[in-house]
């Protein structure tokens, strides 16, 4: 079949605005619904001027390391405090050791042994503090008494060596009386 | 059997002939047949088939095709070109030939007779289409058209006045007045007319006729009018058509040149090339201009969404922080306050004892002779001793004081007793009463006053 000239710039005419069509519906369509979903989200989020608490967030975290710090420096004191606390198994090897400090230091001891907790007259306070390391983990100090017979130089060079002793040894009660010979009768209770 | 130079094929209604003639004018092959196909194409294509290979170049004689002598004015055809002219005469063809002037390929030849301000035009027309359906079907057997023409004044023997009658066209020439080509179908009662007024202003000289018996019957009257059935001859035919065939020098009739039908039919072709390619290029330079935008817009709506997810991410840590931390802080607090409590008792108390001792060594003095010390409830100790003055028990609680305050302790003020019995002389009997800090006062010291 032939075609007159006519029709051949009407199909040449045709075909380019043909591939425009194509372009436009079918290529362009899914680009232009990209850009429009794009621009729709933009539209709909803002200029984002709002980055978060950035500041506000590192001052917490930096509390919250501080936090950390002191949980762990509190711990480690806890550790340290309940270490310098005898355990029940310790006790008389410790109470071994004071009296034998004290016999070094010149002060005879003629009787000791064990009474209740509460028994000696001593600072409440105190009593927070068994409340305080019970807390902590540790368990409640023994009560020991001693009754001796000393001078007083004796008796404070041995408070100053009890001070110094590796073992959990506290003077909670001290009660001193003049003999008319001189000497001291001295009433320790130590907490042990 | 070498190649012809030429072929020529003849198409009249009734007859197809086909003439290869070699270059030097030998006729080498030659066919005459009844012509069975109505359309021109498929009567040129039986004429190609008949022989063998055609010529190197093809000239086609159709007695379908449009011919007509025009008569236009001087003065709208000076100064036109070649081109410009077959334009304007397909214009002016196009009321009788019915072809549309824009779909027309026009051959034209000048005639040489003028008539005052008339300039005389003869022209055959054929539809672009049709041609360049032929050029390409003679391309396909390996030729090249060269021309189509229509057989009109082609195969006269001789020059001579005379009239050929063809289907569509009738030819009246004679010397003195030149070519005069009758538009009209042969027979019609128009044809007839114009044909007797044609031999009316003849010369009184015989005149050949070329037509069938029945035509010539219609001119009968007419005592100059002779009927020349030469060309019913198939050997005339083809000596007509073998000259024709080697005619070299200008035409003396309308031909439709080939060359300017195949430059035409790339115009189209060219032109919905060049703007297909320009579509597309712009196309391809829109989409990925497009795409690149799109690429752009996606990452910042990627960006702003990264964003604020992560302010949402930070804004959800500041909540758990806050949450955590209003737990923690407090509790932390309480621990540190009850370990830093336990410390502190535990270093005042462990030193409480041997401080004190030595603080009584330290200011003892020899009126002063302590007798007893006494662990009260509460905490506190009571110092009682013998002064052998009054102001040496002030003088030594005084001295006292200092030390105390840095184990936490409070010397509250003596009582003093003078001593009775003979030899007491101004011996008092005192004690004094060291007691811990209670909070209240210790909050009162370090407030500012």
């Known amino acids: ?192 | 059997m070498s190649r012809p130079a030429t072929t020529i094929l003849f198409l009249s209604t009734a007859r197809l002939a086909r003439v290869d003639v070699a270059s030097d004018g030998r006729v080498l092959a030659s066919s005459v047949r009844a012509r069975d196909e109505d359309s021109l194409r498929a009567s040129v294509q039986v004429l190609l088939q008949a022989g063998g290979k055609p010529g190197k170049r093809t000239r086609i004689v159709a007695e379908t095709l449009w011919t007509q002598v025009l008569s236009l004015p001087n003065a709208s055809v000076d100064g036109l070109g070649a081109e410009e002219l077959g334009r304007a005469l397909a214009y002016e063809l196009e009321p009788s030939s019915g072809l549309p002037a824009a779909d027309a390929a026009v051959g034209h030849v000048a005639l040489a007779q003028t008539d005052g301000a008339l300039r005389h035009v003869w022209a055959t027309q054929v539809s672009l289409g049709e041609r360049d359906e032929l050029a390409r079907l003679v391309v396909s057997h390996g030729s090249r058209l060269d021309w189509l023409a229509h057989p009109a004044g082609l195969l006269a023997p001789e020059p001579g006045p005379r009239i050929e009658v063809w289907s569509n066209a009738t030819l009246c020439d004679e010397p003195a007045r030149g070519v005069q080509v009758i538009a009209a179908a042969a027979g019609r009662r128009t044809w007839e007319r114009e044909v007797a007024a044609w031999l009316l202003r003849a010369p009184q000289a015989p005149v050949q006729l070329r037509a069938s018996a029945e035509l010539a019957e219609l001119l009968a009257s007419d005592t100059r009018v002779t009927r020349d059935p030469s060309l019913e001859s198939e050997e005339t035919l083809v000596a007509a058509l073998a000259n024709l065939a080697a005619a070299q020098d200008s035409p003396r009739f309308p031909r439709i040149e080939a060359a300017r039908r195949a430059r035409l039919s790339f115009g189209p072709a060219l032109f919905g090339l060049a703007a297909t390619a320009m579509i597309v290029g712009l196309s391809v330079w829109d989409l990925r201009t497009l795409e690149r935008d799109a690429r752009d817009l996606e990452a910042q709506v990627a960006r702003v969404e990264a964003a604020a997810a992560k302010a949402q991410g930070l804004r959800r840590e500041q909540r758990e922080l806050s949450t955590a931390l209003a737990q923690r802080e407090p509790d932390l607090a309480a621990r540190r306050s009850r370990i830093e409590r336990a410390e502190t008792l535990l270093a005042a108390q462990s030193e409480r004892s041997s401080r004190l001792l030595e603080a009584l060594g330290a200011h003892a003095n020899p009126e002063i002779v302590l007798l007893e010390l006494a662990t009260q409830p509460g905490g506190a100790t009571r110092i009682a001793g013998l002064a052998a003055r009054a102001p040496a028990i002030e003088a030594f609680a005084t001295a006292l004081a200092p030390d105390m305050t840095t184990l936490g302790l409070l010397c509250e003020p003596a009582s003093v007793q003078r001593r009775t019995g003979v030899d007491s002389g101004e011996a008092r009997e005192f004690s004094l009463v060291v007691r811990p800090v209670t909070t209240a006062e210790l909050a009162q010291r370090t407030s500012p006053r």
């Open chain 1, 1 to 192: 079949m032939s075609l007159s000239v006519r029709e051949r710039w009407m199909i040449a005419a045709a075909v380019p605005f043909v591939v425009l069509a194509f372009h436009v519906s079918v290529l362009r369509e899914p680009l232009d619904q990209r850009l429009a979903t794009a621009e729709a989200t933009l539209a709909t989020r803002g200029p984002v001027t709002d980055f978060g608490p950035v500041r506000e967030v590192e001052a917490l975290r930096a509390r919250v390391a501080a936090l950390e710090a002191g949980d762990a420096d509190v711990e480690q004191r806890k550790r340290k405090l309940l270490a310098a606390w005898s355990a029940p198994r310790e006790r008389a090897q410790t109470i071994g050791r004071v009296t034998e400090l004290l016999r070094v230091q010149g002060v005879r001891v003629e009787r000791s042994g064990n009474v209740e907790l509460e028994s000696a007259p001593f600072d409440p306070a105190l009593s927070q503090l068994t409340r305080d390391l019970a807390e902590f983990g540790g368990s409640a100090p023994a009560a020991w008494r001693f009754e001796a017979r000393t001078t007083f130089l004796q008796l404070a060079g041995a408070l100053e060596q009890l001070r110094a002793l590796e073992a959990f040894a506290l003077v909670v009660s001290l009660d001193l009386k003049r003999r008319r010979d001189g000497a001291l009768d001295a009433v320790l209770v130590l907490w042990i």
